[in-house]
């Protein structure tokens, strides 16, 4: 589970790299929301544990940064700026 970590090495591709302010929840590409029912599916597989515990750690870290989002900014995840 803690392998699930991992997963923040897409916030070295931002810029800034650390910004408080800002959501990371369908904002770095690993924390996009079309990738959380993958994480999901896979942590509902049984035949193979390693990769269903991985998998409830990014289910988990997904939630705890949405829960942030929430915490902090009043959204669940990042809200995308309409272009004109």
């Known amino acids: ?22 959501c990371s929840v369908d904002f770095h590409p690993l924390h996009s929301l079309y990738l959380l029912p993958l994480y999901i599916l896979l942590s509902l597989q049984w035949r193979y544990k390693p990769l269903q515990w991985f998998a409830w750690g990014l289910v988990i870290h997904m939630g ?7 915490q902090n900014q009043g959204v669940w995840f990042y809200q995308h700026e309409a272009k004109p």
């Open 64 to 70: 705890l940064d949405s829960l942030d989002c929430m």
């Open 1 to 22: 589970m803690l392998l699930a970590f991992a997963i923040d090495i897409d916030h070295l591709l931002a810029q800034p790299i650390y910004d408080p302010t800002r």
